[in-house]
C-alpha cells in the first residue's frame, strides 16, 4: 500500500518571515545608500498603517462583544479589568525604576558636556514635534474613555472608547444570550470572521509597509545618528534586553510559559512591528493567536487593548534612561530623592501616552518641570529629537511582549487560560482551530477530560 502524501510545505518566499526580512533589510539600503530617495517611501508604510486602523476597532469591537457575551457575568469582566490595571502599574514602576538604574550604571550621558546655553530654541523644536499638544490631565482622560458618540470612536480610531462600548454592548447582549446565541450575537460573530479575513489580505501587504517604514527612517535620519547617540542606543536596547529576561521569568512561574516558545509562534509579528515601528500594525493578529494560544476572548480583548495605553513597559524604560540621559549630558547629579521623585512623577507622565502625538517628548517635558530642577529645562529635550524615532523599535517590541505576558498572567489569574492548549501551540503540535464564537475552556483540572462541548466547560466560561 501506497505511503499517504505528505502535505507540501510552502515554498520559503511566500512565507511571510522571510518576505518581512527582505523588506526591512531592502529598506535599512535603501535609506543608507539613497537617503533622499528612501525618505520618500514613508507613504508605503503610512497607507499599510492606515489599512490596519481601518479594521482594527471594529476587529477589537466584535472580539469583546462576543468574549464576554459568553462569559456572561459582570463580576468576572470586571475582575478581569481590575487585575489587568493593578499588574500594569506594578509592572510599568518596576520598568522606571530599571530604566533608572540602567542609566545610573552604563550613564549614557556622561562625555556630552552640552552647554545649557546652547538650547535656547530647543522649547520651540519641541513644540514643533509635538503640535503644540500636551498630555491630558488624569481627570480629563478618564472622562475622554467616555465616547460622546458610538459613532464618533469608531470614526476617530478612539481603542479606549471602542473597548468602553464594546463592553456595555457584550454585558447587554449577554442578558439576552442566556437561553442561547441571538440573532445579534451571530451576526457579530459573523462579522468578526470577515474582518479577520480582511485582516489576513491585509498581512500580505506587511512586507511593503517594513521597507516604506525602514527606508524612510534611515533616510529621514541617517546612520550617523546611531553613532553620535550609540551610548543612549545601547543603554535602552541592553535595559530592553534585561527586561525581557525579567518578563520571561514572570511568563515562566506565573503561567509555565516559555517566552522563547511564545516568540517562536508570534515571530511574523515581533518583526512586522520592529520593521514598521508600531504595535497598531500587528493588534488584531496578535490578539487572534493568543486566543488560539488558550487565551480566553475576553481576557484578550480586554487586557490587549487597554495594555496599549496603560502598559507601555518599553515606553517608560525609554523614558527612565532618557531622563538620566538628559541629566549626565547637562552634568547634573540627580540625588536618590530626585530620582525617587522622577519615578513618581513619571508614573502618571506615561499613562495614556498612546496615540497622543510626540508623546514621549510630552511626558519627559512635564517630568522635567515637574522635576524642578534649575539647569535641565524643557529646551534640553530637543536633544532626543534626533534619535528618538529611531528609539521606536525597542519601545514598541518591549511594549507589545509585556501587553502579550500581561493576557497570558490576567487570563491565568482569572481561571480563563486553557493551560493544556498553550503548552500543545508553543509545543508546535497541531491543535484544532477555535470559531470565533467559541471560547477557550477555562483553566481547571475539572474540565481538562471533559469534551468542549459539554454543559461543564460551557457554564464554566
Given at each position: 500500500?501506497?505511503?499517504?502524501?505528505?502535505?507540501?510545505?510552502?515554498?520559503?518566499?511566500?512565507?511571510?518571515?522571510?518576505?518581512?526580512?527582505?523588506?526591512?533589510?531592502?529598506?535599512?539600503?535603501?535609506?543608507w545608500l539613497a537617503p533622499a530617495f528612501g525618505a520618500t517611501m514613508?507613504?508605503?508604510?503610512?497607507?499599510?498603517?492606515?489599512?490596519?486602523?481601518?479594521?482594527?476597532?471594529?476587529?477589537?469591537?466584535?472580539?469583546?462583544?462576543?468574549?464576554?457575551?459568553?462569559?456572561?457575568?459582570?463580576?468576572?469582566?470586571?475582575?478581569?479589568?481590575?487585575?489587568?490595571?493593578?499588574?500594569?502599574?506594578?509592572?510599568?514602576?518596576?520598568?522606571?525604576?530599571?530604566?533608572?538604574?540602567?542609566?545610573?550604571?552604563?550613564?549614557?550621558?556622561?562625555?556630552?558636556?552640552?552647554?545649557?546655553?546652547?538650547?535656547?530654541?530647543?522649547?520651540?523644536?519641541?513644540?514643533?514635534?509635538?503640535?503644540?499638544?500636551?498630555?491630558?490631565?488624569?481627570?480629563?482622560?478618564?472622562?475622554?474613555?467616555?465616547?460622546?458618540?458610538?459613532?464618533?470612536?469608531?470614526?476617530?480610531?478612539?481603542?479606549?472608547?471602542?473597548?468602553?462600548?464594546?463592553?456595555?454592548?457584550?454585558?447587554?447582549?449577554?442578558?439576552?444570550?442566556?437561553?442561547?446565541?441571538?440573532?445579534?450575537?451571530?451576526?457579530?460573530?459573523?462579522?468578526?470572521?470577515?474582518?479577520?479575513?480582511?485582516?489576513?489580505?491585509?498581512?500580505?501587504?506587511?512586507?511593503?509597509?517594513?521597507?516604506?517604514?525602514?527606508?524612510?527612517?534611515?533616510?529621514?535620519?541617517?546612520?550617523?545618528?546611531?553613532?553620535?547617540?550609540?551610548?543612549?542606543?545601547?543603554?535602552?536596547?541592553?535595559?530592553?534586553?534585561?527586561?525581557?529576561?525579567?518578563?520571561?521569568?514572570?511568563?515562566?512561574?506565573?503561567?509555565?510559559?516559555?517566552?522563547?516558545?511564545?516568540?517562536?509562534?508570534?515571530?511574523?509579528?515581533?518583526?512586522?512591528?520592529?520593521?514598521?515601528?508600531?504595535?497598531?500594525?500587528?493588534m488584531p493578529k496578535i490578539m487572534e493567536k493568543l486566543t488560539h494560544?488558550?487565551?480566553?476572548?475576553?481576557?484578550?480583548?480586554?487586557?490587549?487593548?487597554?495594555?496599549?495605553?496603560?502598559?507601555?513597559?518599553?515606553?517608560?524604560?525609554?523614558?527612565?534612561?532618557?531622563?538620566?540621559?538628559?541629566?549626565?549630558?547637562?552634568?547634573?547629579?540627580?540625588?536618590?530623592?530626585?530620582?525617587?521623585?522622577?519615578?513618581?512623577?513619571?508614573?502618571?507622565t506615561s499613562k495614556g501616552m498612546a496615540g497622543v502625538p510626540g508623546?514621549?517628548?510630552?511626558?519627559?517635558?512635564?517630568?522635567?518641570?515637574?522635576?524642578?530642577?534649575?539647569?535641565?529645562?524643557?529646551?534640553?529635550?530637543?536633544?532626543?529629537?534626533?534619535?528618538?524615532?529611531?528609539?521606536?523599535?525597542?519601545?514598541?517590541?518591549?511594549?507589545?511582549?509585556?501587553?502579550?505576558?500581561?493576557?497570558?498572567?490576567?487570563?491565568?489569574?482569572?481561571?480563563?487560560?486553557?493551560?493544556?492548549?498553550?503548552?500543545?501551540?508553543?509545543?508546535?503540535?497541531?491543535?484544532?482551530?477555535?470559531?470565533?464564537?467559541?471560547?477557550?475552556?477555562?483553566?481547571?483540572?475539572?474540565?481538562?477530560?471533559?469534551?468542549?462541548?459539554?454543559?461543564?466547560?460551557?457554564?464554566?466560561?
Amino acid at each position: 500500500m501506497d505511503a499517504a502524501p505528505t502535505p507540501s510545505r510552502t515554498p520559503i518566499y511566500r512565507r511571510l518571515f522571510p518576505q518581512l526580512i527582505v523588506g526591512i533589510v531592502a529598506g535599512i539600503l535603501v535609506g543608507w545608500l539613497a537617503p533622499a530617495f528612501g525618505a520618500t517611501m514613508k507613504p508605503f508604510s503610512d497607507g499599510f498603517l492606515a489599512l490596519i486602523k481601518m479594521v482594527i476597532e471594529p476587529i477589537i469591537f466584535c472580539l469583546v462583544v462576543v468574549g464576554i457575551a459568553h462569559v456572561g457575568d459582570l463580576k468576572s469582566v470586571g475582575r478581569i479589568g481590575i487585575k489587568a490595571l493593578l499588574y500594569f502599574e506594578v509592572v510599568t514602576t518596576f520598568a522606571l525604576v530599571f530604566g533608572l538604574v540602567v542609566g545610573n550604571v552604563m550613564r549614557p550621558g556622561a562625555g556630552f558636556r552640552i552647554d545649557p546655553a546652547t538650547l535656547s530654541d530647543g522649547a520651540a523644536a519641541i513644540d514643533k514635534a509635538t503640535k503644540d499638544g500636551s498630555l491630558p490631565h488624569f481627570a480629563e482622560f478618564l472622562l475622554g474613555v467616555i465616547p460622546s458618540s458610538v459613532i464618533n470612536a469608531f470614526a476617530t480610531n478612539n481603542t479606549l472608547q471602542v473597548l468602553f462600548f464594546s463592553v456595555l454592548f457584550g454585558l447587554a447582549l449577554a442578558t439576552f444570550s442566556t437561553a442561547g446565541p441571538t440573532i445579534v450575537g451571530r451576526t457579530i460573530e459573523q462579522l468578526g470572521q470577515i474582518f479577520f479575513t480582511i485582516m489576513g489580505a491585509i498581512m500580505r501587504l506587511s512586507p511593503i509597509g517594513a521597507f516604506g517604514a525602514m527606508a524612510s527612517i534611515i533616510g529621514k535620519y541617517g546612520i550617523a545618528s546611531l553613532a553620535s547617540f550609540g551610548k543612549l542606543i545601547l543603554a535602552c536596547y541592553v535595559a530592553a534586553a534585561l527586561f525581557i529576561l525579567v518578563l520571561a521569568l514572570v511568563a515562566r512561574f506565573a503561567v509555565g510559559l516559555n517566552l522563547w516558545k511564545f516568540l517562536r509562534y508570534t515571530k511574523d509579528q515581533f518583526l512586522l512591528a520592529l520593521g514598521t515601528a508600531s504595535t497598531e500594525a500587528v493588534m488584531p493578529k496578535i490578539m487572534e493567536k493568543l486566543t488560539h494560544a488558550g487565551c480566553s476572548r475576553a481576557a484578550t480583548g480586554l487586557v490587549v487593548p487597554t495594555g496599549y495605553s496603560f502598559n507601555l513597559d518599553g515606553a517608560t524604560l525609554y523614558l527612565a534612561i532618557c531622563l538620566m540621559f538628559l541629566a549626565q549630558a547637562l552634568g547634573v547629579d540627580l540625588s536618590l530623592g530626585e530620582q525617587i521623585t522622577a519615578v513618581l512623577i513619571l508614573m502618571l507622565t506615561s499613562k495614556g501616552m498612546a496615540g497622543v502625538p510626540g508623546s514621549s517628548f510630552l511626558a519627559l517635558s512635564a517630568t522635567v518641570t515637574a522635576l524642578g530642577h534649575p539647569e535641565i529645562t524643557v529646551a534640553a529635550v530637543a536633544l532626543l529629537l534626533g534619535v528618538d524615532r529611531i528609539m521606536d523599535s525597542m519601545r514598541v517590541s518591549v511594549n507589545l511582549l509585556g501587553n502579550c505576558v500581561a493576557t497570558f498572567v490576567v487570563a491565568k489569574w482569572e481561571g480563563q487560560l486553557d493551560t493544556e492548549r498553550m503548552r500543545k501551540v508553543m509545543n508546535g503540535e497541531e491543535v484544532p482551530e477555535l470559531p470565533f464564537a467559541e471560547p477557550s475552556p477555562t483553566d481547571t483540572t475539572d474540565t481538562r477530560s471533559v469534551p468542549p462541548s459539554s454543559p461543564q466547560v460551557r457554564d464554566a466560561v
